[in-house]
C-alpha cells in the first residue's frame, strides 16, 4: 500500500464488519485494516482504532 486516506474509528470490528456486510472486501494492515483502491472508488482506505 503506497498512499491511502486514514480513517480513525472506535471499534475496527465493528467498522470492519459494516464494510464486510455490504460486500466490501478489506485486508489486515499492521495497525488495523484497508480497502483496496479498486473497491473506494479510487483512493485507498486505511481504518486504524482511535
Same mark, same amino acid.
Do not use: W
Given at each position: 500500500?503506497?498512499?491511502?486516506?486514514?480513517?480513525?474509528?472506535?471499534? =475496527? &470490528? $465493528?467498522? %470492519?464488519? =459494516?464494510?464486510? +456486510?455490504?460486500?466490501? @472486501? &478489506? %485486508? &489486515? $494492515?499492521?495497525? +488495523?485494516?484497508?480497502?483496496?483502491? +479498486?473497491?473506494?472508488?479510487?483512493? @485507498? =482506505?486505511?481504518?486504524?482504532?482511535?
Amino acid at each position: 500500500m503506497d498512499a491511502a486516506h486514514t480513517v480513525a474509528v472506535r471499534d =475496527l &470490528t $465493528a467498522a %470492519r464488519k =459494516l464494510i464486510e +456486510g455490504n460486500d466490501i @472486501p &478489506t %485486508r &489486515t $494492515a499492521p495497525d +488495523g485494516f484497508y480497502v483496496s483502491a +479498486g473497491d473506494a472508488c479510487g483512493v @485507498p =482506505l486505511a481504518f486504524v482504532q482511535s
